[in-house]
């Protein structure tokens, strides 16, 4: 099963233009497939990847990002993620059990780790919320 | 053909003097005369870009005050949506189905403010959808309820006061408008905001003070604070149905309506 239920490790992180009641902030997990796609856009980045279920099939997640400004402000450029890349992501899964969350982190083929936390101290930019 | 040109004639003559005359409207904020008026040097300027600051004591939520009211119908919306929330669904979320966030909600989104301050306006567009709002300063009145276009961030009029800015916003839409999850803002609604520059200026303070008799009783007020931020811009911004579609958030399966 590539999909795993981890202790909740992060802080809530998200900027949304909608609720986020939907989304289980409890608990966090742990995805590794493959990038499908990667949008860089306003309001909202996103990110589609493919994993394996533990049924062998493939499952299509939709991760919900923040804004392009935050993530310039994390280390993010628009080619970060690429499609077919092999990821390993965190996420915040949906209450109902969808294949779908809310980004905390995705570790790159290179190795680096990215998140949607400014590298610069907290104090130059407020941290994101829902 | 003659009789045919001279019935036509009769007939807008006719129709002209039914007509009522067209109101008068106020000089627009851009118009050079207004801009040309003589008046006094406001206490502060606004221009630059604004976050609002968040933090435990500086929510972007408006909720209701301790001991808070609700109308019968306001209390309807209220307990479904708690009901929703613990089933981890949302309830009514507009905002999330393109539909405008409204004032006061749209002052706290995590995306930034310009604002632009003329003498006779301050001009406001969030980086969240590029909403724009208008304070006009022109001393013009509130519209005639019969002409004025309702919308979601409402019509501002401000004034000053000493070093504070006081801003009255009514005629805001009847539907889709939502103070908090649960709370709906109807046309009935005002909203009050006390403006001013704190920390020499580098942090804006408002105090908000809302009514809303179709929705909950008396006044609720919050404080909230924004801080000026120098590397940011704002850029275009649309909700779109490509986007809606990647957000797992908005699919109707999460949604209560």
């Known amino acids: 099963m590539r999909v ?27 995805l590794t497939g493959t990038v499908k796609q990667f949008k860089w856009a306003n309001p909202h980045s996103w990110i589609e990847m493919e994993v394996t279920n533990d049924k062998g099939s493939m499952d299509v997640w939709n991760i919900e990002m923040t804004s392009p400004a935050v993530l310039i402000r994390a280390g993010w450029k628009s080619s970060s993620v690429k499609p077919g890349d092999k990821v390993t992501m965190m996420a915040h ?8 969350g809310i980004f905390v982190s995705v570790t790159i083929p290179s190795g680096q780790t990215l998140t949607d936390r400014p590298i610069q101290p907290a104090a130059a930019t407020p941290p994101p919320r829902p | 053909m003659r009789t045919g040109f001279l019935l036509a004639g009769l007939a807008m003559a006719s129709l002209a003097a039914a007509q009522t005359a067209a109101p008068e409207l106020p000089p627009s904020a851009l118009a050079p005369a207004n801009l040309a008026k003589t008046r006094p040097k406001p206490p502060f300027d606004l221009t630059g870009t604004w976050q609002h600051g968040g933090g435990p004591n500086n929510p972007f939520q408006f909720s209701p005050p301790p001991g808070a009211k609700l109308t019968p119908a306001a209390q309807v919306h209220y307990d479904a949506a708690r009901k929703a929330r613990a089933e981890g669904k949302a309830y009514h979320d507009d905002i999330g189905q393109c539909w405008p966030a409204g004032l006061p909600l749209i002052m706290t989104r995590v995306w930034p403010i310009a604002m632009i301050q003329i003498p006779t306006a301050i001009y406001m567009i969030s980086g969240f959808m590029n909403s724009v709002r208008t304070i006009f300063l022109d001393g013009r009145q509130h519209t ?38 649960g709370i709906p803002l109807t046309d009935a609604a005002r909203i009050i905001e006390r403006m001013r520059l704190i920390d020499k ?18 006044e609720w007020k919050w404080t909230k604070r924004w801080r000026r931020v120098n590397d940011q811009d704002i850029t275009e911004a649309s909700c779109l149905p490509d986007l809606n579609e990647h957000m797992p958030s908005t699919k109707p399966s999460q949604n209560v309506r």
């Open chain 2, 144 to 181: 005639d309820p019969d002409l004025v276009v309702r919308s979601f961030n409402g019509e501002s009029i401000g004034h000053w006061e000493g070093d504070t800015l006081v801003v009255d916003t009514r005629n805001f839409v009847e539907d889709h408008h939502w103070l908090d999850n």
């Open chain 2, 201 to 218: 200026g580098a942090a804006l303070e408002i105090e908000y003070t809302a009514i809303d008799p179709k929705s909950w009783e008396g």
């Open chain 1, 4 to 30: 795993l239920l981890a202790a909740c490790l992060f802080a809530a992180s998200a900027s949304a233009h909608h609720s986020m009641a939907g989304f289980d902030r409890n608990k966090t997990v742990t």
């Open chain 1, 93 to 100: 899964p949906l209450v109902t059990g969808e294949p779908g």
